[in-house]
């Protein structure tokens, strides 16, 4: 158990729909990630929150793309008329204590676009 | 320079080998760096973190040369319960705990 739950777990649209996905952390936890993860890759970080304040903005961050964590607890991703290319596991992950740089993912969102 | 380079592999070894990856790094101002484990269509999960020239864990080394910028992992006596993707991990700048992963590197460990 990883802490972090999330949903759905997969999720297959068409092309042009808009998706949303939601992470839950167990207990209160001040920093909140969002990273994707396509085949082949690494996890690409997407945006931060620190409580329910986002802080950061990755590039890949595109407009059709936001993310919300309007209580500082749980977070929703939102991706609007989605394309091919959106396709990917999309992970949420909540910080470890301190500044340790141990990240704690969630078993992640896959997103096949058709 | 990509910020985090690895090699992807796969490499395969047999039981009980000793098998080593490296992964470069481009930001010469970067402090700590860590070494996450990916089990296939699984979370990645932190490994050991490396904060000066090195970290041992049990079968486990990591081992860091600023001077050339790279960070290596090495596992001995391998097991069947080792393969996995191995990913390299540098923080973005700016902090936050924002990480840059590189691609990862595929181990296989065979009877």
């Known amino acids: 158990d990883t802490g972090v739950s999330q949903n759905p777990r997969h999720k297959i649209t068409k092309r042009g729909q808009n998706v949303t996905f939601r992470c839950d952390p167990i207990s209160e936890h001040n920093r909140l990630y969002w990273y994707r993860q396509t085949l082949g890759q690494g996890p690409e970080f997407l945006t931060y929150f620190q409580n329910e304040a986002q802080l950061e903005k990755s590039r890949l961050l595109s407009d059709r793309f936001s993310a919300e964590r309007p209580k500082g607890s749980f977070s929703t991703l939102e991706i609007q008329r989605t394309e091919q290319g959106d396709s990917a596991m999309y992970l949420c992950a909540i910080a470890g204590a301190g500044n340790t740089g141990e990240l704690f993912f969630g078993e992640g969102s896959r997103l096949t676009v058709l | 320079r990509k910020e985090v380079e690895q090699d992807p592999g796969p490499f395969n070894v047999p039981e009980g080998a000793t098998v080593a990856f490296n992964c470069t790094y481009s930001n010469s101002a970067s402090q700590s760096f860590f070494w996450y484990r990916q089990d296939c269509r699984k979370e990645p999960k932190l490994l050991m973190s490396v904060y000066s020239s090195g970290n041992e864990d049990g079968r486990f080394t990591a081992q860091l040369n600023r001077a050339s910028q790279y960070i290596s992992l090495l596992i001995r006596d391998s097991k069947l319960s080792d393969s996995a993707t191995y990913l390299c991990?540098?923080?973005?700048?700016?902090?936050?705990?924002?990480?840059?992963f590189g691609t990862g590197t595929q181990l296989k460990v065979e009877l």
């Open positions: 991990v540098v923080p973005l700048t700016g902090g936050g705990n924002k990480l840059t």
